[in-house]
């Protein structure tokens, strides 16, 4: 008996993803299915890839088929999906092309070999060895990160050696929700010696700054395409993100070289029937180049700008490859010319005074045409309980605002008049 649609599971699937993944043509003939659900794996005390791959591992077996297996999320869920496709010999990366991903040291190891003049310095280091800063070569500023993380967590500008001791401190305390699950799956995979038992769980690497854009692509059976770059605006005094538009106003000239870093960096990684996003600075002044991380999944902060300029988001691109199609190339036929995704930030902690319930956020979506409002906090809550999916290491995410437009004027004051209209306040004095 025939089969009437392909079962596409999901590991990560939430509601705002399978918004967009419900209204691909491909819905037509797939079935979206959750491997892991979102609240499964984000949020929660304590991350077991063994055990979501058992939940995982459950629902395929409850659903009797998988046709394929996709991700839009960092860490776990993008290090799952190489080993669910493998187990069950679906279209999908290698697990090490993509450990060379996620294991941000090993990356940088990789990128050195293709392209660098276009990566800082590093150095990886052990947070727990005393004599760390002495052992790092080279003066601030720079940062240090953990060898995997996401959304910044536990990364820090470091100015002198008392920053570097109280951001020590910090990582100490939290570091091992990430790397201890980590390290365990480098230990099964086939992972350099040097790499898998290291205690050097971070890195330093110099300061590298500039505009800032993300490339976004894929690889279609070992070919490298590069289908679009979306630019990604800092808060003025802060590193934190302030938004991503798309697309990319970098000069064409940039774009194209940004777009051969990436081919030769994938290539050189070996990631195959995967999307990417590869986050670049550029400097105006000198017209250097530096990338800072590759990313083995698409990126799902992005996915609605495509949709409003494209008409269809690039869950498309990660949906055919898993299925082993080539994705079909995407058109400019959206509502609007340019879009954006703001993140409304609090820089300080404390407790939410005011925040709009679902009733009102439904009603400014309807006002505001294009507007996605989704708000992180509620009235009472306190800034420090939010998850890490909301903050990083100098902010807190007070509410995600998508918006289309025809022009970068229009853009900002959909965005100041909706951010009026949310009307969030926060009571600092606690």
């Known amino acids: ?242 938004r991503y538009k798309y697309p990319s106003t970098f000069p064409y000239e940039v774009q194209y070289r940004m777009a051969e870093l990436s081919r030769r960096v994938i290539e050189q990684i070996g990631l195959n029937y995967c999307a990417f996003n590869i986050e670049y600075f550029y400097d105006e002044e000198t017209n250097d180049i530096y990338l800072l991380e590759v990313n083995p999944r698409m990126s799902q902060s992005h996915a609605y700008m495509f949709e409003k300029v494209h008409g269809i988001s690039h869950h498309h691109v990660i949906t055919n490859l898993a299925l082993g199609k080539r994705p079909k190339p995407l058109k400019y036929e959206g509502e609007y010319r340019l879009a954006g995704h703001f993140m409304l930030r609090a820089f300080e902690p404390g407790v939410v005074k005011k925040a709009p319930d679902r009733q009102k956020t439904d009603a400014l979506e309807k006002h505001f045409p294009g507007l996605i409002a989704r708000v992180n906090v509620n009235e009472g809550m306190h800034l420090n309980d939010m998850d890490e999916h909301h903050t990083d290491s100098y902010s807190y995410v007070l509410a995600d605002i998508y918006l289309g437009a025809d022009n970068e004027k229009e853009l900002l004051e959909k965005y100041h008049a909706v951010v009026e209209e949310l009307s969030i306040e926060i009571n600092n004095q606690v």
Not at 29 to 42: G, N, Q, S, W
Not at 43 to 63: C, E, H, N, P, W
Not at 132 to 153: E, G, M, N, R, T
Request: glycine residues 4%.
């Open 1 to 242: 008996m025939k089969r009437d649609k392909k079962n596409v599971f999901v590991i990560g699937l939430d509601e705002f993803n399978l918004s967009m993944l419900n209204h691909l043509p491909e819905a037509d003939y797939c079935r979206f299915l959750p491997a892991v659900k979102f609240e499964e794996m984000r949020g929660v005390d304590q991350i077991s890839i063994d055990d979501l791959i058992k939940t995982a591992d459950k629902r395929i077996d409850q659903a009797g088929t998988i046709d394929a297996v996709i991700t839009y999320f960092d860490f776990p869920a993008s290090l799952m999906m190489p080993v669910i496709a493998k187990k069950y010999n679906l279209h999908g990366p290698s697990i090490e092309s993509v450990l060379k991903c996620e294991h941000k040291y090993w990356g940088r190891l990789e990128q050195k070999k293709v392209v660098p003049g276009a990566i800082p310095s590093f150095k990886a280091f052990d947070p727990n060895d005393k004599k760390a800063w002495q052992k790092i070569d080279f003066k601030p500023p720079f940062w240090i990160k953990p060898v995997k993380s996401y959304h910044s967590y536990l990364a820090y500008q470091i100015t002198d050696e008392d920053s570097f001791r109280k951001a020590i401190a910090e990582v100490k305390e939290n570091i091992g929700y990430f790397t201890e699950p980590f390290c365990e799956l480098l230990k099964k995979y086939n992972v350099p010696d040097k790499l898998s038992p290291m205690n050097k769980t971070m890195f330093a690497e110099t300061q590298i700054g500039g505009l800032q854009g993300t490339v976004e692509g894929y690889v279609y059976d070992d070919e490298v395409i590069i289908y679009g770059i979306v630019d990604t605006i800092k808060e003025k005094d802060c590193p934190s993100l302030a």
